[in-house]
Structures are given as C-alpha cells and as structure tokens.
C-alpha cells in the first residue's frame, strides 16, 4: 500500500551527498599530478561546484583552507581569506597577513588545500596571494566559478601561464538522479520520474532538490514497498524569485533576446546574431554571464545556452512571448538542420500563425523518431485536422499507430494500424506497415505467428528490393516460434527504402550478434550508423542498438571488464531504449556473481521496460530479474514473475534461456539436478536450432556448475567449431566442461582461470569444486585452491558446489596484488588509510590462504596464477 511522504519524513531524512568520481578523480589527479597545481571548476549556478570541491579535499585527505568570495566584500581587501586567517592564527591587518599568510601555506604546501569559492568574486588583494602561491609555492588549489563569469586578472594569467587546468561541470544524469532519489528515500524511483526532473533542471543538483523537497512538503510523494513516485509540481515560487533578480536589470532588447536563446538552445550563435546590433546584444548576456557560449563543431561557430535552467521559467509569462517564439522559430527555421526545423515548428504553434499541415505530419514522424511519443500523438492528430497529401496521410496514421503501441494503449494502436492499411498505396507503405504492425504484434500484443503472417503476405508480393527489408524481423519472430526463416537475410540498402533498411539493421544487429557472426553484425552496424548519419535518426529504438554487436564481441573474446565499461556508458545516451541496457549489466553482474549489483540492476531494468520497451525486450528483463531472485534465495517471487510473462515473452529465444536457467536452479535447490540439466540443455538446443548460438554456450555454463557436463561439453563443442577461435568465453567454457567430463582435474585451472578473466567466476569457482573432489596431484590441489581463493573475490552469489578454500576478501586481494608489487606495508597502509597493523594482520591471512610464507612466494603465487592459468 502506498503512503504520502509528510513534512516529518523530510525532518529526518537528510538530503545525500552523491559523489561523482568520474568528474572526482581527474580534478584530484591534477591536483598530485606534475603539471598543475590549481584546478578551476566550472559550471552553471547550483550544478555543484563547491560539493565536487569538497570531495576531492575528502578524497585527498587534505586540511581544507577556505577562502569565500562574496560580491559586497569585493573592494575589501583580504576579506575573502578572513575564515582562513582566523583558523590559522593570522592578524587580518592585511600588511602584516599576507606575508604571514603566505609563509604559513607554503611551509608544507602538500598538508593543505585551499579552496576559493566563486573565485571571480576574489578582491584583487585576495587574488594576488592565490596566484602567488600557485605560481611561487606550487599550493595545491581549487577554484571554482559561475559558467560565464570573467575571472580577476591575477587568477586569468594562472590559465594563460598553463598553472591551472578547467574543468567543465555539467548537470546530474539521469543515472545519477535516480541515485540521489533512490539514497533520498529508501526506494527505486520511477524511471518516469527521474527522466522528468532531469530534464525539467538540467540536472542542476540545487534545482532538482528544491525541487524535489517542495514535493515532499507538499505531500506529493508517495512511499510503497520497493519504488517511491515524486511528483514535483509546480517550481518554488522562492527559487523563482531568486533567479529572476539576476535577469531584472535588463533592458527589453536583452530580455527578449536571452529569451529567444532560451527557448532555441543549443542554437549555434550566427543563427541569433544575424546583424550588428543582436551580435552585441549576445555579448552583453555573456559578459554577464546570463548566456555560456559553447565550442560546436566547429571552434568557429559556438553555440549559445542560457546559464541557468530557470531562466526560461522566469521568461515564460513576458508579454511579448508569442513575438519571441515566432522570433526564435525564423531562427532555427533558417538553420535548415532536421533538429531545428523540428523546434521552428513546435514553435510555431505557440503563436497565432500556425505552421502548415504537411510541416506537422513531417513533425510528428521526426517525434516518434527521436522517441518523445506522447508529443507525436499530439503533433499527429493536429496534422490530421489539416491539408496533407495521400503519402503524408498514410505516414501521420502510421506514426499514430506507433506512438499509440509504445505507450500502451494497444486498441488505439490496432485501430490506427487498420486506418494506415487502408491509406496504404505504394509497395513501399506496405512493407513499412508489415514492420511495424509486426513489431507490434509480436512484442506489444505478443502473437507471433500473426506478426509473421501479415509480414510473409507482403514479403511476397513487393518487388525483391523491397521484401529483402523484412528479412531481419522475419528470421527473429520465427526463431521465437522455434522456426528458421528460409530466405537470406541480406542487408537492405538505406536507398531504397531508408525507414524499413535501418529496422532491417536493427534486427541482424541483434540475431548476427547471437548466432556469433561478427562480421555480419559489424557490417549491419556500420548500416545502421550511416543511414543515421546521413538521414538522422529514423528509429526511436536505433540508439538502445547502436554498439550492441561490439558489446557482444567483447564479452565473446574475454574482455569481459571493457564489455561492461562499454554497456555502462551505453546506458546514459540510449534514450528511451536504456532498458535494454540496464538489463544488459544486470545480467553481465548476474554471470559475474555480483548479485546484489545485479538484483538491484535488473529492477530498475524492469522499470524502465515498462515505462518505454522500444525494442520489446520486458520480457527478458522480467526473465533476468527471476533468474536473479532464484540466485538470492527467494524462489517463490521468482516463479511468480515467471508466471507473469506472457507465452510470447517467455518464447523469445534470449528470454527463453535465462527461464530456463531460472527453472534450472529452482530446480537444483529442491534436489533434481538432473531435471535441471535437462531444462537447460533443451532450451540451449531450441537457441542453437534457430541460431542463437552464443547465448546458449553461456546457458550451457550451469550444466557446468551443476557437475553435469557429458551432454555440456558435446553440445560446446559443436557451438564451437562454428565460432571464431578467438572466442575465449566459449572456448573456455567447452574445455572446462571436457576436463570435468574425463575427469582429469589437472587441465581445469587453465579454462577455470581464463573464464573468470572473462567474467564467469561462479561457474569457474563451481568447476574447482568439482575438480577438487576427483583427487588431483598435490601440485594440481594447491594450484586449483589458490586460484579459487583469488577468484572468489568479490563475488556473493551463491554457489552450487562447497569449495573449501577459503576465499580471499576485497582488500585482503588488494593488499596481496600492492605486497606482491614490493609495495611496503608503510605505503600500503597510507595509500589505503588504514592502519600498518590493519596490513599486517591481512597480509598474514593471505598467506595462511595462499599458503606461502614471504612476499617473494607470494609474488610467485600470484604470478603463476597469471601465466600457467
């Protein structure tokens, strides 16, 4: 039952500290580093200049000298060094603090950090001394400064004599925000709700607390069991306010014109500043840091955003505001750049002069394309009401049709899908409606067999060119009904028909890459890329696919760290397909047996799915999470998701893996192994039936771990043979499952060592289990009980076998790898923060565990590990 968050939870919930370190380490690096010794950082008002500033002192383990700059105090000199002077026991009569200042700093300059806080603020007393003790003393330092705000002389000559680098901060990302809410309040928000209030604040951290905590005085949070939902409402009339001050001093020319820039951002400046007069005006805001001028392509044409995101709130009433969207519109309009003629047009209908029908159906299609569907219903049934032409009215139902499927409402879909039917009159419209009605019946509707139907009619009655564009969708939905598609799957040509090629691409991407043929795969990628490049993004889902045939090839080839890396950072810029993503890691942590990584992933997975499933794929997040809750030990809830898939979810081949490895396991901890080597095998002959053939040699890794590996290793094997050689995640688990199967204990350390390097550590640490137990030669037993100790770390999933060495913990391998590097235990303890005793005592238990007695055995160990394994 939900609960309304009150006034009471917000008094006892303090608001989190996220920390960033991707933006943490390279100010910290700098700071130790040989190059700089001041660090500036920039960025737009509340984003979090001053909070990354403070990690980076936390993270240095440095004393903090404060140095607050305040705009009144500006002509005081000294007066921002006042907090310091008094904690450092200096007389503020500025003749006698300077130089005292100055040697109390640069006595030890490595003990402290000083910090100046909105730096173009500093008297140029204040920041004299700053720049002579960067220049003269090497005191490391950080700035920080409002986006677009001149820096004083002394500190400007730090960049221009390369003493100082910048860093540029800019907003939270939506993963960051669904971080700080989920540390706010206890619970998963909705994914909804994350992308909202990012895009609302730019992700500026001040903004989206206001925000966020208006809400919850309000009362319009709601608190269930696992999700909390926010609804922020309307912006604080207080933060309002406050922003609105720095614009009031404008003059009408000024205030019109940020407001154009507003509402057309990012807008490359020659496109605003067309004449003399606008081209100053545009200087003005920047020299008063209302608008930040940003490199664009080119150095030479820079784009032009306003500095802070309310900005555009505090314009949006100004009476003159229908002028300045038809103002802002000409602009971008004259730009002839798909992106901006879609805002010149949205623009348009702000005002009284409406843009035309065909401008709205092209709108709509552009919407849908970019994945902002509600948007393309709204734009589309508008393009109805007017003038199009037979073609255009075909494509507005069309897009109708699938805006309507993406957002759920399935009746309206069908219905909008009948009406393009019959607005259907080139082969070409045909063929565009069999995609995506098929699509559409087949992971909204779940019938497969009525997607492949009404495909198959028209793939045989358009010309050749035309029909070889739905070979792809064909080849996936019949491998969900266990059916291989008798045509070749060639690439159709962006040319002939630039929509139905690029869905082509999207699904070889996705069944090459399963069935392990990468060139096939590259070579849909690259046809993927260059349609979009060329024609822009003619697919709301294109982006979620974009790179995952190199996801694949990676993990395939054992580089199982830059697979994740690279499926990390996918998530961010995927769109309205980050499902797929999020689903992705939390099944890579799943096999990495990460498990409480991955429980977490795979319900924000299901979330997101279930907000925007461009690409059909809830049915295997909803798989992945079972899968995962089986692994946690709660079998109950895992079977009822598995009973909440629909058959069409459950048959997709990728899905059908991972319910069957669910099965399997809930299976294994009732005591039937064989049944649940009989469920795996089954579902892994069904995937490699229709050419899925990767997938399945992974699945096949629980028979592996399940010590039942006859039927395993004679199935690898084939998978195998028809893979590329270099496939080490495959390869690796073929020759662990013969070296169980004939029983020869000594050959399972070098697969078992080269699976965990590729990320499968359970299934490696299940099969030095296994291999433990058949009575191997001394020499082979302590090989195979050291590398299970190293490999176990980290990994809290469960296991199927009881392996008896004792594993390693996070910083017992951590201390052992910087020991076995002629690290002393001094610098270990300092680098760490701990104490030298702390290292001692660990040391001494990853000797007992390794078996060794001296730094040199064990660097010996270790290395042997790394080469013989």
Known sequence: MLVRLMVSAHRTSPWPLLLRPTETAPVADGLTGPTYSAQLIVGPPGVGKTTLAESVARHLGREIVRVIALPELQQVPLAAWAPALAALGIDDDPGAALPALIRALATDPAARLVLVDDAPWLDDVSSGAVYQLVRAFGVPTILTARLGEPLPRPLQRLLDEGLAATHSLSGFTPAEVDSLLEARFGRRPRHADVVRITDRTAGNALYVRVLVE??????????????????????PASLLDSVGARIAGLDSDQRRLLHVIALTQPIERALVAADAGRAATVDQLVDLGLVTAEAGGEPAHPHLRIAHP?????????????????????????????EHRLSGILLLRRTSTPPAASDLAWAAGRLYATGDVEAAVVIAREAELGDLTPAERFSTALHLANAHSALGALDDADAHYARADLLARRPEDAVLLAGRRGEHLAFRRFDVEAAVAQADAVHRTVP??????LDADLRLWRAILGQVHDHATDLAAADSLPEAAVRSAMASIMT?????????ARDAAALLATAQERLGVLDPAAAAMVGFNEYIHLLSTGEHEKALAFAQARRSDSGDGVGIWTSTVAEHRNYNGRLAEAHRLSLLAVDQCRWRDVMGVLGLALAVHADILAKSGEPDRARAVLASMEPGQRAEPKAALLVAECEAWLAHTVGQPE??????????HRAVDVGFRVVAAISLGLCIRLGRTER????LGTICSELPADFVLYTSLRDLAVALRDRQPGAVAL???????????????????????MGPRSEDRRRLERLGSTIAVGVDSPLVQSNQSPPLTDREYEIAVAAAARERSREIAARLGISVRTVDNQLQSVYRKLGVSSRDELRAVLDELRTSC
């Open 214 to 235: 208006g809400a919850v005085r309000a009362g319009s949070v709601r608190i269930g069991e696992s999700t909390v939902e926010v609804d922020d409402g309307a912006t």
């Open 464 to 469: 050749p060119d035309l029909a070889v564009s």
């Open 712 to 715: 395993a290793a004679e199935m």
């Open 310 to 338: 309310l900005f555009a709130d505090v314009l949006r009433d100004d009476p003159d505001r229908e002028e300045v969207a038809r103002v802002a519109a000409a602009c971008l309009l004259s730009s002839g750049l798909a």
């Open 675 to 684: 049944r649940a080597e009989d469920i795996v095998v089954q579902a892994a």
């Open 751 to 773: 697969p078992a060592r080269r699976l965990a390097d590729a990320g499968m550590a359970p299934t490696a640490l299940d099969a030095i289990a296994l291999a433990l137990r």
């Open 512 to 520: 090459e890459s399963m069935g392990g043929r990468s060139t096939a």
